[in-house]
């Protein structure tokens, strides 16, 4: 459980970023934090791992007082953290290497840590891989490599900043599916992200603005908002968008969040029937 307990962040002493966060997250929720640029998403992400302290109030990672310095290891080996940017992220020059890096730093030894960093690439979609040279890859790659380092520590917490920026469509579609597989898995997972197709893949929906809170909610609440949304200059699903449309124009049709659920919708109503083999 993390637990945001009246919490204000200020980087110069002046402007609270944050301003009075009061939140929790359950164990093994799937959260996305949404929010305009310079809204504080990262800055929240940085106070669950500790990189960041409260100026006021207290943050608890797993019940841990991220204040506390006995508590940091702890904290940083339970809650991993993937950002935008794969070149500050990757530290060794083979992949192998890179991926155990973390790890390794856990106390963990061969034969183990050998089969974590299999497993890892394997999640991501890089096996094989293994003994490639990091400078060498795309910067989708170079992601996927930072993810793998992260999942081989086995945090209980996960936290994605942006870190699906950089994949390309099938690469997003493709992390979206190891997320969830680990959230079915029991880890909790908190996703910051500008894709709302992403947003309404999870449990529940945050989105911040000037530093408070303003949603929170499912995913079906938050993201069918459609005049909220645009004013708090954030993307309306697709799926939504068009739901509005067309009830506009008399169709009686449910407000989808998801493409493929209003396809399905549209599909049955019509009774259209889609030759997939074609
Ligand atoms: N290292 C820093 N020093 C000073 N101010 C900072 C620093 N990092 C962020 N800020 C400021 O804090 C506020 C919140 O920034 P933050 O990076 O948390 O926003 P964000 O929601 O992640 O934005 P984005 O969508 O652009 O990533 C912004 O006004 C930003 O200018
Ligand atoms: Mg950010």
Do not use: W
């Amino acid at each position: 459980m993390i637990t945001f307990d009246h919490v204000s962040f200020t980087y110069d002493g002046e402007q609270f970023v944050l301003k009075d966060i009061d939140l929790t997250i359950e164990a093994g929720q799937f959260v996305c934090v949404l929010g305009a640029n310079g809204s504080g998403k990262s800055t929240l992400s940085k106070l669950i791992n500790a990189l960041l302290l409260p100026d006021k109030g207290h943050v608890f990672t797993k019940d841990m007082d991220t204040a506390e310095s006995e508590n940091l290891f702890l904290i940083r080996s339970n809650a991993g953290a993937v950002f935008q940017n794969p070149d500050d992220q990757l530290v060794a020059s083979l992949v192998e290497n890179d991926v155990a890096f973390g790890p390794e730093n856990l106390g963990i030894e061969n034969p183990e840590l050998r089969d974590r960093v299999t497993e890892a690439l394997h999640i991501v979609g890089l096996s094989g891989s293994e003994k490639r040279e990091t400078t060498a890859l795309s910067g989708g790659q170079k992601q996927r490599v930072a993810i793998a380092g992260i999942l081989a520590m086995h945090p209980e917490i996960l936290i994605f900043d942006e870190a699906t920026a950089m994949l390309d469509p099938r690469g997003r579609r493709s992390l979206m599916r190891v997320c969830k597989d680990l959230h079915q898995r029991g880890m909790t997972i908190i996703m910051i992200t500008h894709f709302m197709e992403e947003a309404a893949q999870a449990d529940r929906v945050i989105v911040l603005d000037e530093g408070s809170v303003v949603l929170d909610g499912t995913p079906d609440e938050i993201l069918t908002q459609d005049e909220k949304l645009r004013e708090l200059n954030l993307d309306v699903p697709f799926a939504a968008q068009l739901s509005r449309m067309l009830q506009d124009r008399g169709i009686d049709v449910a407000t989808h969040i998801e493409t493929e659920s209003l396809q399905k919708e549209l599909l049955e109503r019509f009774n259209i029937t889609l030759n997939t083999e074609a």
